[in-house]
């Protein structure tokens, strides 16, 4: 429809109220006094300004010199053999293993503590604790201060030490990392993978009538073998039941280091190392 509207359409629209604006057409004519516009003149080539002279090049600053970085260790893969290394072999081995990053950090290795820890050991009772800490570490010994005191006194109710020489029924107790972990920080899966060789070694020459995995890095490691969902699940979930690692039954609980943090659990905990008493044969 054209927007154009002749007079009657106009007075239709006004008579409804409706108003319109119509535009009125221009004729545009052109000024008699306006000049035509000259075509723009070529622009003269501009003078060429001096060449400034070129300041003589300036001498580069001399890059810092970084602080030289300590090459990584190369990795090297698990020693060859230590599927059948008897108890000192495992243990040297181990002190010079370059199997994970763990390597770098290490004063020393932390191998077991507990009784007859010779060629021939057998023993009934196998703990699997957490990495070994800083004091850990410099003391090669594991579980140590208060938290000691606590492990050995839940360890005592059963008629069970670790420091006894000779004592029946033995107790040995091995950390699931052979290594420190710096700063604090959470063991990574491939360390955990790496060092379960020599775990499961461990298990194989001491022949332990049960296990009892501590805290949720030992639990991760030795129910990996089992299935990675049951690892993975929350500490409280694995423990009450019986698990197993190289046919070898498995109990699942807490550190006594968790215990001190949550003084609520240590009867769950008690009741853990009542149903791994249960297991052995003797006693
Ligand atoms: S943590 Fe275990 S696998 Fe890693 S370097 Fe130490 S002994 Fe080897």
């Not at 154009?4 to 409706?18: E, N």
């Not at 698990?78 to 599927?83: E, K, T, V």
């Not at 775990?199 to 332990?208: D, F, M, T």
């Amino acid at each position: 429809m054209s927007l154009w509207l002749d007079a009657r359409q106009r007075a239709m629209l006004a008579a409804m109220g409706v108003r319109v604006w119509q535009p009125t057409p221009t004729v545009i004519t052109p000024s008699p006094e306006a000049a035509p516009v000259p075509a723009p003149r070529a622009r003269a080539p501009a003078p060429a300004a001096p060449v400034p002279e070129r300041p003589p090049a300036a001498k580069p600053a001399a890059a810092p010199v970084a602080a030289p970085v300590a090459a990584p260790v190369p990795r090297q893969p698990l020693p060859a053999g230590l599927s059948q290394m008897d108890w000192r072999g495992l243990e040297e081995a181990a002190s010079v293993c370059q199997a994970c990053g763990l390597c770098e950090t290490r004063q020393r290795s932390v191998f077991a503590n507990g009784q007859r820890l010779d060629n021939a050991a057998r023993t009934d009772w196998l703990i699997v604790t957490d990495p070994p800490t800083e004091e850990e570490e410099r003391n090669a010994t594991l579980v140590l201060g208060t938290e000691g005191e606590l492990l050995d006194a839940m360890l005592a109710a059963l008629g069970l030490s670790r420091q006894a020489a000779q004592a029946s029924p033995s107790v040995t107790v091995v950390p699931v990392l052979k290594c420190r972990v710096p700063d604090n920080r959470n063991p990574h899966p491939d360390e955990l993978q790496q060092c379960r060789a020599y775990l499961a070694r461990q298990v194989a020459l001491l022949q332990p009538q049960v296990i009892l995995a501590m805290g949720r890095w030992a639990v991760q490691s030795v129910l990996s073998d089992t299935s990675a969902q049951l690892a993975a699940l929350p500490l409280g979930k694995q423990r009450g039941q019986v698990h197993q690692f190289a046919n070898t039954p498995v109990v699942v609980t807490y550190t006594p280091q968790s215990l001190l943090r949550t003084p609520l659990d240590k009867a769950k905990a008690w009741a853990d190392l009542c149903l791994a008493h249960s297991l052995t044969r003797r006693p």
